[in-house]
């Protein structure tokens, strides 16, 4: 078995399949052919073989968190959930503080379906909700709109007593700022757990950056920073700590799944376009990239992954590897970790590459502590280095000025 610097704890499976293609959206996704039964049963299959491979492969036992994100999860059925959490419970032991997430569509909650999960193994929900104001919420095809979204809050309220997070965008086309922060103000009294708060970014192989580029609209960015600026102080007012740039959480609710990314940790990444991680003791990793044919990802792990003498050929076309090297997974680690509003340590970077911070990322730091922007705290046995509540918002000039 190939040793990588610590346990793998941390898996992530794709559901990649969608009813409709929000405008915004660039995650691989396809629209389901079968509308009654949107996620086909042989995909299920696939991703339990593929689990069960790499399970075996890297003598994985003890897992700290899953998530199911997409795509839509929650358009899987019971019999399928329950497939996977059979699977799951059965091969794998949860840690003590385990955290087992599913993202959700509103328009897919029922009172049926939460009391469903409320009884089963996942523990977290990670809601869309985007917006609170219709016209905003049409313009870029979403299918919940304001009442599929205030229904869904409701039955998390009554049902639902497990960790609730719910996610927002801030800047998309038609918002205002007013509407926007009273959009999030209105959703508070449900006391979700924890708030996802992305800025827009549009992407142009979206159908959003295709219009933007068409110019059916125009986008101010100015003003949709702005927009996130004072909703981000609202939220702050409100109780709710910014733990990272675009997250935000009462005490003790942070998204430990995230965190894994954040903190450089070794994770699997199961099903069609779904992409891992896996870090040796020297710094550097391997990247793995499951391809986004779906058809072939099904077969070949249906039908193929068991040829023992061409395995690892077939393997290839479905899983391509990249190699990360010292230096891209240096950049990597201050890329991810200053994220982080508590920033990265000296202990945590001797982790990942058994040596210290390098002098001239000290220097930098210390350069842009006199600008305002960043914080070194020292105690007795580690040093931790971020980025301070305005600097988080200058982290691409930081990263810029790294060389490696």
Not at 34 to 46: E, L, Q, R, T
Not at 211 to 223: K, Q, W
Not at 266 to 283: C, H, P, Q, R, V
Request: hydrophobic content about 35%; some cysteine; aromatic content about 14%.
């Amino acid at each position: 078995m190939i040793e990588f610097a610590g346990d793998i704890k941390y898996i992530y499976i794709h559901i990649p399949f969608c009813l409709s293609k929000c405008k915004y959206c660039d995650f691989f996704s396809i629209s389901c052919d079968n509308k009654k039964n949107p996620v086909p049963d042989d995909y299920i299959s696939a991703i339990l073989n593929e689990l069960a491979f790499y399970i075996n492969q890297y003598e994985i036992k003890n897992i700290r968190t899953i998530y199911i994100g997409g795509g839509t999860p929650s358009l899987l059925s019971k019999n399928q959930l329950n497939q996977i959490f059979s699977f799951l419970q059965n091969n794998l032991n949860f840690n003590d503080d385990y955290e087992f997430t599913i993202e959700m569509n509103p328009d897919d909650v029922t009172e049926d379906f939460i009391q469903f999960l409320q009884n089963s193994p996942v523990n977290r929900i990670s809601c869309g909700i985007q917006s609170m104001n219709q016209k905003v919420l049409k313009n870029v095809n979403r299918r919940a709109g304001v009442k599929e979204n205030l229904y869904a809050l409701n039955i998390f309220k009554k049902y639902w007593k497990k960790t609730l997070s719910l996610d927002f965008i801030c800047g998309l086309p038609l918002e205002k700022t007013d509407e926007f922060i009273e959009g999030i103000k209105s959703i508070l009294e449900y006391e979700p757990h924890h708030i996802s708060m992305y800025s827009l970014t549009i992407e142009e192989e979206t159908a959003l950056g295709q219009d933007l580029e068409n110019n059916i609209f125009e986008y101010d960015f100015d003003y949709a920073d702005e927009m996130w600026l004072k909703t981000k102080s609202m939220l702050e007012e409100k109780g709710y700590l910014q733990y990272e740039i675009s997250n935000f959480c009462k005490k003790g609710f942070e998204c430990l799944h995230n965190l894994s990314y954040w903190n450089h940790e070794n994770y699997l990444g199961i099903g069609a376009g779904a992409t891992g991680s896996l870090y040796y003791k020297d710094g550097s990793g391997v990247r793995f990239f499951n391809q986004n044919n779906i058809n072939d990802y099904i077969d070949f792990w249906l039908n193929k992954w068991k040829e023992s003498e061409a395995f690892q050929n077939n393997l290839a076309t479905i899983c391509q590897k990249e190699i990360v090297d010292i230096q891209t997974s240096q950049f990597e680690f201050f890329m991810m970790g200053l994220r982080k509003a508590k920033g990265i340590s000296e202990i945590e970077y001797e982790k990942c590459f058994n040596k210290n911070i390098p002098e001239k990322v000290v220097k930098q730091f210390e350069k842009w502590v006199k600008k305002g922007l960043a914080h070194i705290s020292k105690s007795e046995n580690d040093v931790v280095y971020s980025l301070n509540r305005e600097g988080l918002l200058f982290l691409n000039p930081f990263l810029e000025e790294l060389e490696f």
